[in-house]
C-alpha cells in the first residue's frame, strides 16, 4: 500500500508540474503585453519607458526559463502574484472566494445523492417496472439538458416570477438551492445510471444468493451486500466530480451571480487579468488532482481485491 501511495504521489506530482508549465504558458501566448496590461488597469495610457520599467519590474525582462523557475518557486510558497484588476494577492482573492464554491459543491452533492440513489436503487430492484421508466426518463433528461438552460429557467420561474429565492449573488441560505439543484440534476442522470447498473450486477452475483438463502431479510441483502459493493464505482466518480466543483462550476456560477471561484475566473478573463488565470488554472489543478489521488488511495482501501492484486 505504501508503495502504490509514493508511486501514486509522484505521478501526481509529475502531473502538476506539467500543468504548471501549461498556466505558465498562458502569460507567453497572451495577445498583448502584460506589463502594459497591468499599466492600463489604472486608466492611464503608460508611456515606453513605464512599460520597460515594468516589464523589469515584472521580470518580463529575462528569459523564458528563468521566469518559469521564479514563478513557480514563489506558487510553491503560496504567492500567486498580484492581480491586474484589483492589486491584491491572487492567493487571498481564490482563497476569499472559496468558501462559497465549496457551500456550492457539498450542497450539489447531497442533493445529488438523496436524488439519485434512491432511484437507481429502486430502478435496478423493479427493472422495466414503470418506477424504473421514470428514472431512466428522468436520467435522460439529466444528460441531455443544457446546463445553462435549466439555470436560467429556474431562475425566471423561482427568483423573477414565483420571488422564492433571490435573484443573483449570495444572499443567506435561501440563495443556495437554485444554482444547487441546477448543478446536481445535470449530473444526477449520469448517477443513475451508475447506480442502476451496479445494483443489477451485484443482485446477480453468488454472495446475494447466498445471503437469500440464508434467510437474511431482503434490505439487510440489498443495503448491507448488494448496494455496498455497488457503490464503489460510484464513489470512484464522485470524487472526481468534487474536484472539479472545488475548481468552481463557472456556468452556473456565472448565471447566478455566485460570488465563487469560477465567476471570479470568467471576470478575469474578460479583463485579460493573466495573474489571475493562472493562479485559478494552478489551484484547479491542483483540487483535481489531489481528489483523484485521494478517490484512488480510498478505493483500493475500499475493494479488498485490489489490495490483493486480483482483477475487480
Same mark, same amino acid.
Given at each position: 500500500m505504501s508503495k502504490? +501511495?509514493?508511486?501514486?504521489?509522484?505521478?501526481?506530482?509529475?502531473?502538476?508540474?506539467?500543468i504548471s508549465l501549461i498556466a505558465f504558458g498562458l502569460m507567453s501566448l497572451t495577445s498583448g503585453d502584460p506589463a502594459e496590461i497591468q499599466l492600463r488597469s489604472d486608466?492611464?495610457?503608460?508611456?515606453?519607458?513605464? +512599460?520597460?520599467?515594468?516589464?523589469?519590474?515584472?521580470?518580463?525582462?529575462?528569459?523564458?526559463?528563468?521566469?518559469?523557475?521564479?514563478?513557480?518557486?514563489?506558487?510553491?510558497?503560496?504567492?500567486?502574484?498580484?492581480?491586474?484588476?484589483?492589486?491584491?494577492?491572487?492567493?487571498s482573492e481564490l482563497l476569499g472566494r472559496l468558501p462559497a464554491t465549496l457551500l456550492?459543491?457539498?450542497?450539489? +452533492?447531497?442533493?445529488?445523492?438523496l436524488t439519485a440513489l434512491p432511484i437507481g436503487v429502486v430502478s435496478a430492484l423493479y427493472p422495466g417496472s414503470w418506477i424504473d421508466r421514470i428514472g431512466r426518463t428522468a436520467a435522460l433528461l439529466s444528460v441531455s439538458m443544457p446546463g445553462y438552460w435549466l439555470g436560467l429557467l429556474l431562475l425566471y420561474y423561482g427568483?423573477?416570477?414565483?420571488?422564492?429565492?433571490?435573484?443573483t449573488g449570495l444572499d443567506g441560505i435561501s440563495s443556495v438551492p437554485l444554482p444547487a439543484f441546477t448543478l446536481a440534476f445535470g449530473m444526477?442522470?449520469?448517477?443513475?445510471?451508475? +447506480?442502476?447498473?451496479?445494483?443489477?450486477?451485484?443482485?446477480?452475483?453468488?454472495?446475494?444468493r447466498s445471503a437469500r438463502a440464508r434467510g437474511l431479510r431482503e434490505a439487510v441483502v440489498v443495503g448491507s451486500h448488494a448496494l455496498r459493493n455497488?457503490?464503489?464505482?460510484?464513489?470512484?466518480?464522485l470524487g472526481i466530480h468534487f474536484g472539479q466543483l472545488l475548481g468552481g462550476a463557472v456556468v452556473v456560477e456565472t448565471i447566478f451571480a455566485w460570488p465563487g471561484l469560477g465567476?471570479?475566473?470568467?471576470?478575469?478573463?474578460?479583463?485579460?487579468?493573466?495573474i489571475v488565470i493562472q493562479g485559478y488554472v494552478l489551484l484547479m489543478a491542483v483540487s483535481v488532482v489531489t481528489a483523484n489521488l485521494l478517490t484512488d488511495i480510498g478505493y483500493r482501501l475500499l475493494d479488498p481485491r485490489i489490495r490483493?492484486?486480483?482483477?475487480?
Open positions: 502504490f +501511495i509514493l508511486q501514486r504521489l509522484l505521478q501526481s506530482a509529475a502531473l502538476l508540474l506539467g486608466g492611464v495610457r503608460p508611456s515606453l519607458e513605464a +512599460i520597460a520599467a515594468m516589464r523589469v519590474e515584472m521580470g518580463l525582462d529575462k528569459p523564458l526559463y528563468a521566469q518559469y523557475g521564479h514563478w513557480l518557486w514563489r506558487a510553491l510558497h503560496g504567492d500567486l502574484g498580484l492581480s491586474f484588476g484589483s492589486g491584491r494577492p491572487v492567493t456550492l459543491t457539498v450542497c450539489a +452533492i447531497a442533493l445529488l445523492l427568483a423573477v416570477k414565483l420571488k422564492w429565492f433571490p435573484v444526477a442522470g449520469t448517477y443513475i445510471r451508475l +447506480i442502476r447498473a451496479g445494483m443489477l450486477d451485484a443482485l446477480r452475483q453468488s454472495y446475494v455497488a457503490l464503489l464505482p460510484t464513489a470512484t466518480l465567476k471570479y475566473a470568467v471576470d478575469a478573463i474578460f479583463s485579460k487579468d493573466f490483493l492484486g486480483k482483477p475487480a
